[in-house]
């Protein structure tokens, strides 16, 4: 079904991000700051995090599990599904892969290059189910691991082959924590020593609040309704744009519609002018003047500044078809 653009509601839209950063630095907890949450805890990591922040949880011991926990039912109490990590998760998808089909194994256990294939695809299709059907938040959690590229030391998330394409592709949000100095900070912008990204004008490092006795851990939570507010802002200019192009558009055909020989082109003029054009609609309606114009047996003299008749062409400013050159 064609959709008019105006009818996106992206203040609505649910959000999926990756977080990364060195094992200890807090990542599971800034995961389960996000709106109502349900811990996946693919690492059974969950004693590492301090009871207050802990949320409700699951601990899949293969993939066969994780698809039969998130149900439509299942996850109905939830606005936020946080994989923690998605390193292990993906490690559960290539023996799920193995299992399903030798052929996406080695001998030795890893995956081939099939394999590396499939699983791609299904993390990929996994999280377009969770996104789409569950219509739920998602956030990613991964390792952080060091790639030296000469003498610079980099970060990247630790996750095996080429699923680290399928990992960034489809996220909104993708962040690396790190500490400066006493400081817990989450960087959305790509930089020589990680990848990141950002989108909807969330960029740059931010500071995560350190978490008193009595402080909410509601970091992602904020950062979430931040996105969405700045969605909406951005969804309601695009509406009054449109609404703008549309009047633009209606009162230019209809003054161009009302031509129909010099004196309507020319009273047209002003009129064409004052136009309050918005988006395209100035180009557009310049083309179909431009036509009817042309339809009209007009062009516009730019010394007179003004529409005059065509000029008849001259007999002898004709070009002689080749067919009667040299004739008689």
Known sequence: MIRNPNDIRDGEKKIRMLIAGYPGIGKSTLALSAP?????????????????????????????????????????DFDTLVFDTG???????SLWAIKKDA??????????????????KEFVRLMDYCFYELQKNIVIVFHATEEKDGDNTRLRIKVEGQT???????????????????D?????????????????GIS???????????????????????????????????????????AAMAEGRAIINAIVDVDTANAAIPHIKAI?????????????????IQACGLFYDKVLKKYTPKPEANPRDRKVPETLEGGA
């Not at 817990?184 to 909807?200: H, L, P």
């Open 36 to 76: 109502n949450p349900l811990h996946i805890d693919v690492d059974f990591g969950i004693d590492r995090i301090e009871p207050r922040y802990r949320k409700a949880y699951i601990q899949p011991r293969s993939y066969d599990e994780i698809l039969e926990d998130l149900t439509p039912l299942g996850v109905q």
């Open 87 to 93: 390193g292990k998760l993906i490690s559960l998808m």
């Open 103 to 120: 052929k996406y194994g080695q001998r030795d256990g890893s995956l081939s290059l099939k394999g590396y294939g499939f699983v791609g």
């Open 164 to 182: 680290k394409n399928n990992v960034w592709e489809p996220v909104d949000l993708g962040g690396f924590v790190e500490m400066y100095g006493n």
């Open 184 to 200: 817990r900070t989450i960087g959305f912008s790509n930089c020589e020593r990680y990848f990141a990204k950002g989108t909807r």
């Open 204 to 246: 740059g490092i931010h500071k995560i609040p350190a978490l008193a006795p009595t402080s909410p851990n509601d970091f992602l939570t904020k950062l979430f309704a931040e996105y969405n507010a700045i969605s909406a802002r951005e969804a309601e200019q695009s509406a009054a744009e449109q609404e703008a192009y549309e």
């Open 276 to 292: 309050k054009y918005a988006l395209t609609a100035e180009k557009e309606l310049s083309v179909e003047l431009y036509d009817k």
